[in-house]
């Protein structure tokens, strides 16, 4: 265990992708779980820090310690159950990281959790992989369970709840929880949790949960639910997580396909008619004209990005999808083309790659929307505004509602004099909204317009947080969602769970001493 204290202003670990800056007064980097165990008994207010890839503040320290898990990244066997296989893994093993893993078949010299279980996953054929694919494939798993995290593929896989098996939890008491699911279960909104002292009685929120879109706002709860979701999505308010099962899906051959469209609404229609065209893709994003346009200046600016495509001169928005290549995949084209035909694009000028490289080089496209946001921000905050942050939305609604929801978003950015770029889950009701600030005025008034569009999101039966949680940052919007009574009900399950607050100080939400910038 390495303590360190003394830190620099920009220390790295005072800081996450919110571009925040806290404090902390040390940071212990642990090895293992005693090391965890003796910081948790000895330490009065503890921020638990991975990657730091969140952007919502949920690792960003207000005081106290930061207790370090980036040590603990080994992959530490694999199994099998009824369900199908998983692996077993620390906390800062990344989603990058596990899928590399399992391609090059590492789990043939881990210990097995099952025996034989490794030898039956290398018997077959197509192989297997970890289907949740955040946008930040280098962020580490704990911190994904925590966040309840998902990505494009939540279209079809559904977010990381899905796929977790078991967890593995220092508690604020030091004592540790081991639960796989299935073991422990609520009595309807009650859930007993032992500690060392003894069992406590949990009393869980009597809110509706919203499952019908994609929502990290606020804690997880239904009648009779499982412990170990009581910890996903819970961004670790409630405990360190130090080991976790992860289930793994079978993999089949993919390929990846870019449409161009003339405009916006062209290629917003044709989103709207894969779900009667009889075509299920494995996700299905979007990407309007000024996304483009940032991805042209990624491609001709930064050498990361140089391996990609031309995008066509005449390209004004797209959509990426992948397809299975099975043997309803020439049927599936044939019945896409007429209909991407009807909104100006034709898959003779698509991207088209089902080889590793290519279907990298299609993800990079997808990927260089937010970094090429998150960079600009930083040069902001590291120049002309160093109070700016990155103002891009999180906001899901039922597939029904998202043409209101897009025609809100455009009249309200715009009333407000702002500029903005729309990209991602459109499949799903969930694009993304990035407001371009061009300096502090921007963001104020762009705060201002979050409000409202995060209302109106919840009005239409939605999210304000889809699928980044909720951190130091949206603490407003869990108020906006479930009123003070639900607030209050949150609170009752961190007092019953961390009497003392030790854990994420800040987080979901304020319990009294609170935060500040």
Sequence with gaps: MMRISDLPEDSPYTIDECKIRGHADEVVIVENEEDIIETVRTSGRITISGMRTGMCGGSVPYGGTVLSLERLDRVLGVGEDERGFFVRVQPCVTVRQLNDFIRRRGYLSVPFVTEGAA????????????????????????????????????????????????????????????????????????????????????????????????????????????????????????????????????????ISNIVFLPNDGDAYSLSKDFRSSGVVPEFLEFFDSGSLDLIRSSRRDDPRFTEMPDIPDTAGSALFFDLPMDDDLCSSYARLEPLIRRYGGSLADSWCGHELKDRQRFFSFRHSVPQTIFEYVARLKGSSAPRINKMGTDMSVPLDRLDEMMAFYDSKIKEYGLEYVIFGHIGNGHPHVEIILKDMDDYAKAKACYVELARRAIELGGSPSAEHGIGKLKVDYVTMMYGEDGVEEIRAVKRAMDPENIFNDGNVVTMGRGVTE
């Design 119 to 254: 030898e039956r996953m290398s018997s077959d054929p197509d192989g297997f992989f970890y289907p949740v694919d955040p946008t930040e494939l280098n962020g580490s798993l704990g911190g994904n369970i925590a966040s309840n995290a998902s990505g494009s593929r939540t279209f079809k896989y559904g977010p990381t709840r899905n796929w977790v098996r078991r967890v593995r939890v220092v508690l604020s008491d030091g004592s540790v929880l081991d639960v796989t699911r299935g073991e422990l279960r609520a009595e309807g909104r009650i859930i007993r949790i032992p500690f060392a002292d003894g069992i406590r009685e949990i009393p869980l929120p009597t809110y509706d949960y919203n499952m019908a879109v994609k929502n990290t706002t606020g804690l997880f709860v239904e009648d009779g639910m499982d412990a170990v979701d009581l910890f996903v999505g819970s961004e670790g308010m409630f405990g360190v997580i130090v080991e976790a099962d992860l289930y793994l899906a079978s993999a089949h051959p993919l």
